[in-house]
């Protein structure tokens, strides 16, 4: 019996260790819903020079927590990655996995891939929400 409980501790704090280390390397970021979907802004991610961001949109008739709750796999997105000059290069391909959801939206873990020409951009992400004031009326 006590054999069986030291195996579950070193278990529990394996997986939770491996958890707190997914959060901590991932990118920050933020998210934004609309009408015709959600876009996730990525800044700092690996191998980006300094003022650089990463927009991954992907366009649904279907709010952004259906995907989170549902555990959808992965999304075929539109991809941008973008100077603070506010000049853009569309990604030639771009995808996100949504980590699957218990509770709120809060926060949103998951990872990305994008390719730009011969580059290829991929890591994990963690992302809180922006709302915008007024939200957006949608019919």
């Not at 707190?20 to 998210?31: E, L, P």
């Not at 030639?92 to 996995?97: E, F, G, L, N, V």
């Not at 218990?102 to 922006?130: C, M, N």
Request: charged residues 25%.
């Amino acid at each position: 019996m006590t054999v069986h409980l030291r195996f579950l501790l070193i278990a529990c704090t394996l997986q939770a260790a491996q958890s707190i280390s997914v959060a901590a390397d991932g990118v920050k970021g933020w998210f934004e819903e609309d009408c015709s979907g959600a876009a996730i802004h990525l800044d700092k991610f690996k191998g980006a020079p300094q003022g650089q961001y990463l927009v991954l949109r992907f366009n649904s008739g279907s709010p952004l927590p259906i995907y989170l709750f549902e555990g959808a796999g992965w999304l075929d997105v539109h991809g941008k990655r973008c100077s603070g000059l506010g000049k853009c290069e569309d990604a030639t391909q771009a995808k996100i996995w949504l980590n699957e959801t218990k509770g709120s939206t809060k926060r949103i873990l998951g990872k990305y891939v994008a390719e730009f020409g011969d580059q290829h951009l991929e890591g994990q992400f963690r992302v809180k929400p922006r709302r915008k004031n007024p939200p957006a009326i949608c019919e």
